[in-house]
């Protein structure tokens, strides 16, 4: 004799197949430009009116504001300036003259996907199986809980974009991310923000494919001209479909799908490359295939071709002063950044490291004063644009963040002093209006399930 017994559960996920079914295939069997199917989950949180007063303001969006206040409400910048009236009620801070700038925006990092500590464990951010791994996505090795995340804010990093490492031809889609407390990648993410594709060209793919190809770098072009001619037939084929939905919808290839939507304007190339040449290379490459190339990062030869970059509007994502690690890194020197600035390209001082981005400002420092041995002054208000507004650029997000200006995203930094010197610190940093870091209340600290978890009580933490 049969025996049934009653399996609630079981008749819920046959209920819920079921439905399914008569709905049809799930989005997932379809290729929907801009189709989000990891959506941003993070929520601008109730924050209070306040006004900072008495501050010097780098405000990235025009001349130094000695004595300024600034107003937030809401979360945005309500008022910046020389003469702000504060209404009655709002909390004011007196800065009594120290610095007020925008958050630090590094669109160049790994934090997440390279955690800490650096065990083969926690290395995440390189799929080096082939060439092209444009199917990849950063924020699927992002762990929220790397500590590394609180050091970034405690630096005044309030955005950074995480991109996969720079082994293949293709290293797959990077990800831009709020540096808040958070249980899950998705409630980091920046709302809205486009996706990047990180690309790179060099030494990196010829010595991970050596034995197995590109072996060279004419083979490194091949492959990019290659995949590009297959995603340009892909985004035909569904763009087709989409519009007529007749017969049976081609099958989705997520590398190719990637691909199709830089070809479409969705996704920002970010392409990792050293040479000036091979830049050049690249720059063909884009034009031959109609896309455009966001920014150049490392660019350690930038001031060889920097009149080309400024004219074909890329920017120069690059560091203050490496150079010599490698053949390719032969040529670097440490005006580069002041050169492209000169010649008019838009020159961002990004990190590639988890150490230099908690310094940026330092780093652009360094980077004014080598321009200055040369001849070529750099401003502060021009300086604090590399590694505010410039990298907003870089992100698609410049009409957001960046900059403090009226009806902007209120992510602000306090400094104990001029932010290009060693000797400051940050003192609060807000995010949306909301204070994410006081260096004067360690209660309130960002503090990570890696310093939770199971310690020795002997740590005494």
Known sequence: MAIILAVPHLAAAQTTSSTA?????????????NDDPFPSTYTVPASAPFAIRNATILTAA????????????????????????????VQVIDAGGKYVT??????????GVYAAPGV????????????NTAEVWAEHSVWPQDPQFPLNLAGGVTTLQVLPGSANLFG????????VPARTVQEMKFPGAKYGLKMACGENPKRVYASR??????????????AWIQAEGYRRKWDKWNAEQKGDAPTRDLGLETLAEVLRGNILVHNHCYRADEMSQMLDIAKEFGYDIRSFHHVVEGYKIADLLAARGVAASVWADWGGFKLEALDGIKANPAILHGAGARTII????????????????????????IGINISPEDAIKWVTIN?????GLDDRIGSLEPGKNADIVLWSGDPFSVYSRTEKVWIDGALRFDRQDPATRWRTDFELGFIPTTEGR
């Open 102 to 111: 925008p958050g630090i925006i590094d669109d160049h990092s790994h934090l």
């Open 391 to 395: 990298p907003a650029w870089a992100l």
């Open 120 to 131: 083969q464990a926690h290395s995440d951010g390189n799929e080096m199986t082939k060439p």
């Open 213 to 226: 190809g590109p072996a060279t770098r004419m083979g490194n072009v091949a492959g990019y001209r290659a």
């Open 350 to 373: 990004h990190s590639d490291s988890a150490s230099d981005s908690q310094r940026l400002p330092q780093e652009a420092a360094k980077a004014v004063a080598a321009g200055r041995k």
């Open 62 to 89: 025009g001349p130094i504001i000695r004595n300024g206040t600034i107003l937030v409400r809401d979360g945005k910048v309500a008022a910046v300036g020389a003469s702000v009236t504060i209404p009655a009620g």
């Open 172 to 179: 797959g889609r990077g990800v831009v991310l709020k540096v």
């Open 21 to 33: 079914d008569a709905a049809g295939p799930g989005r997932g069997a379809r290729s929907v430009p």
